[in-house]
């Protein structure tokens, strides 16, 4: 049973790209949803095509709740240009409070507006993860953490192995921060499961530390008995890569790995420029708005055409440019081409369904190009296998565009060499063969954009 779970995630409306880790410039209105595109299909959709079990499930930081109501109440006669869902979520406060807190202080308004807040974003979010087709198991909520003994329980078994400890912390490594000074804290011994140095779990004042409860969160995973968990983090959180992993070391005696997924930025461009964005400008594009420009389908593939460690330039023009360039409908289109050349071959009274393919000889496949297409199809199963065990779906993404080129060589040569056609108006056997390797192609070609959460194409429209 796998876990996939998000690092820190930031749920401030309009969130700068990137902040809090999540690893894009298009402005996504809550970065906690790319943790939910990993596991429904940027990290891990190939583990339940392999036989695993996985849970999805969203982290809100605790502190971002707070910050969502001081920002939402600031918005009150801001006259700075602001994105749909700013405006939507500040209008329908103002709907329900008025003027009631204009002049009060914290104490009177911030709680009812952060929760008003937060669970309006919350609803955002859902909508988003809809219309782009994921399905979340889980939305948890840092802030459940705090007051409820989950922390003290995720330390206290630490503690009982050994591995926490008051002590002092070396300075940091380079110039010396004028206000470092050398305090006593609650320590963890993350050394000793792979760590660097040793990690502060509790401050010198007594209020516990972010990773603390990130500690907590992990711990609650262990104790429900998943086996293997994914973490998705932004590029600039790789400094809490060794520490996390010690953690769930040490919390697991070493049983339960963790994965953690490290994603850099999306840069989004149209008409051969860059999208520059901007806060305070008001000026940026939300994965909403992108979806609703080229489809989910397109998004989900173009996304997962790059393995997430590295960057991408998303071309909103290439996304819906019909050729070789665009990998989607590249794919696409060679799915549509045999489904085209199965009716075609139905109309002309040739047996082509899966039961009267079955029975082809595929001797007759012995052409180079033909052959090709069939090796490719042989490294289909081991393919998946790899790219579940690894949680890396790009190289779903890569073999399909692979093999829809093989594909499509093997139909234009066809337009020159007779027997090569799929329809061979000499032969029926050769028909028959030629249909099936076809019909395989286009099997494994619906099942890869099924692992990727894409619907495979029957037409082009």
């Not at 994921?134 to 630490?158: N, P, R």
């Not at 010396?176 to 609650?186: G, L, M, N, S, V």
């Not at 972010?210 to 293997?228: C, L, Q, T």
């Not at 890396?392 to 499509?408: G, M």
């Amino acid at each position: 049973m796998v876990d996939g779970a998000a690092g820190r995630w930031p749920l401030a409306c309009g969130a700068h790209p990137g902040h809090g880790g999540f690893p894009a410039r298009i402005g996504l209105r809550t970065p906690v949803l790319v943790h939910a595109g990993l596991e429904a299909g940027r990290t891990a959709p190939g583990l339940p095509k392999a036989g695993e079990a996985v849970t999805a499930a969203g982290e809100e930081a605790a502190t971002q709740p707070r910050q969502i109501g001081r920002a939402k109440r600031c918005r009150f006669g801001h006259r700075r240009p602001l994105d749909r869902d700013r405006q939507e979520v500040g209008q329908a406060l103002k709907d329900r409070v008025g003027d009631a807190y204009v002049g009060k202080g914290e104490d009177v308004w911030l709680q009812e507006v952060r929760n008003f807040a937060t669970d309006a974003m919350m609803d955002l979010i859902r909508e988003d993860l809809k219309l782009l087709g994921i399905e979340m198991d889980v939305f948890f909520s840092e802030k459940s953490l705090y007051g409820t003994g989950k922390i003290e329980a995720a330390l206290e078994s630490l503690d009982a192995k050994g591995l926490i400890y008051q002590g002092v912390l070396e300075p940091p490594k380079g110039k010396k921060p004028e206000d470092w000074e050398p305090r006593e804290q609650t320590l963890f011994k993350s050394t000793e499961h792979g760590d660097d140095v040793d990690r502060p779990v509790k401050k010198s004042d007594g209020a516990w530390t972010y990773f603390a409860p990130d500690i907590a969160y992990h711990y609650d995973k262990v104790e429900r008995g998943f086996d293997e968990l994914i973490d998705i983090f932004g590029a600039d959180h790789g400094g809490y890569v060794k520490r996390m992993k010690a953690a769930v070391s040490a919390l697991s005696d070493g049983k339960v790995p963790l994965d953690i997924k490290l994603c850099q930025l999306v840069k989004l461009f149209k008409d051969g420029q860059e999208f520059k964005m901007s806060k305070r400008a008001g000026t940026f594009v939300t994965l909403r708005d992108v979806v609703e420009a080229v489809g989910p389908d397109v998004t989900r593939f173009m996304l997962l055409t790059r393995k997430n460690d590295q960057g991408f330039d998303f071309d909103l023009d290439k996304a819906l440019e019909q050729s070789k360039d665009n990998p989607v409908f590249y794919v696409q289109y060679a799915n549509a081409r045999i489904c085209s050349t199965l009716r075609k071959a139905e109309e002309a009274g040739i047996a082509s369904d899966d039961a009267a393919l079955a029975d082809a000889d595929l001797s007759l496949l012995a052409a180079p190009a033909q052959l090709s297409v069939a090796r490719k199809l042989a490294e289909w199963p081991r393919l998946v296998e790899i790219a579940a065990r690894s949680n890396e779906p790009h190289r779903v993404a890569f073999y399909l565009y692979d093999l829809a080129s093989d594909l499509h060589g093997l139909y234009h040569l066809g337009k020159s060499d007779k027997g090569l056609r799929f329809v061979n108006e000499s032969s029926q056997s050769a028909t028959h063969a030629n249909l099936a390797l076809a019909r395989a192609v286009s099997i494994v070609i619906s099942a890869g954009l099924g692992i990727l959460g894409v619907t495979p194409a029957e037409e082009m429209r």
